[in-house]
């Protein structure tokens, strides 16, 4: 069975440093869908431990009110993961972020790990969902496999700074360099029917290019971008939920088509576009993506 929590809206996903108690106590005002409290690069290599203290009490004693709480690990090739999961799964995080995941193996062994702790600490088995960071050209060249390999496994996320290191190239600005690695993920994510996250935008003083590039990764087909700063998760909302027009067009196909195919009726004509069966699952998404925003009220 489909954890419930699977296939929830996740637009904006918003990073948060576990050392900054501040920065953690109340992050659901912004009003992200999801929070990734960070114990990786934002924490220095002295800090792993006061960082997981304060996460674990985080967890336990703040109400997030239904914002998603993600927690970015250490990666496997440190000394600190296996802490950082027990820790997570301690505190009841939702979901743990898989730092620079590179094959289908890596989400194996952090899964056994989830699992193990989940026995240790009484949590429901299954109850910890996955999501696997790929920040190499090895893990993007590995994508299909790595969204295939868990139940658990909610999605996927470009992680650009260590991809295009990787690549050896740099951030240009102008997406160029990010755009194989992009579309890619995405097309292995659709295939495998997980999420798939764009990497974050750091100039905070250029935010026309930010929306810019948000609503290119929304045509590209992503499920919404990883954020470093409140400022940006509005433009990032507004693009990813339909608007009222786009609401209106869908549930007229829906219900169009729920009506012609009773009648053995194949083609026909909204709102002057000849429609079919063809354009049935967009629409219905367009309807599932607004009545998760809280814009549609319908059952579907």
Known sequence: ????????????????????????????????????????????????????????????????????????????????????IRVCVAGGADTIRIAKTESAQDVH????????????FGRPEGSTLLMAALESCRGVMNALEVCNSSDRLIGIALSGGDYTRDLQTVISGTGVELQGARQQMVI?????????????????????????????????????????NPRQIEIVHEVFTPTKKEIIFADKIVREIDE?????????MVDGKMIDIAFYEGAVRTLKLAKAAGIYEEDL
């Open 109 to 120: 062994v952090v899964e056994e790990h989830v699992l193990a702790a989940e026995r240790e």
């Open 188 to 228: 292995a994510a659709r295939a495998a029917k997980v999420q798939c996250w764009d990497t974050v935008f750091t100039d905070l003083d250029n935010m026309e290019a930010f929306e810019k590039e948000v609503r290119m990764i929304k045509m590209m087909g992503f499920d919404g971008k990883s954020l470093v």
């Open 1 to 84: 069975m489909m954890h419930p929590n699977k296939k929830r809206l996740r637009r904006s996903m918003m990073f948060l440093n576990c050392q900054k108690p501040g920065l953690i106590k109340d992050p659901y005002i912004y009003g992200t869908d999801s929070i990734i409290l960070d114990l990786e690069d934002a924490v220095a290599e002295n800090q792993k431990d006061s960082a997981r203290y304060s996460l674990y009490h985080a967890l336990k004693e703040i109400n997030y009110r239904g914002v998603e709480r993600v927690v970015r690990m250490n990666g496997l090739d440190t000394p600190h993961w296996k802490e950082d």
């Open 260 to 268: 012609k195919k009773a009648q053995g009726i194949g083609v026909f």
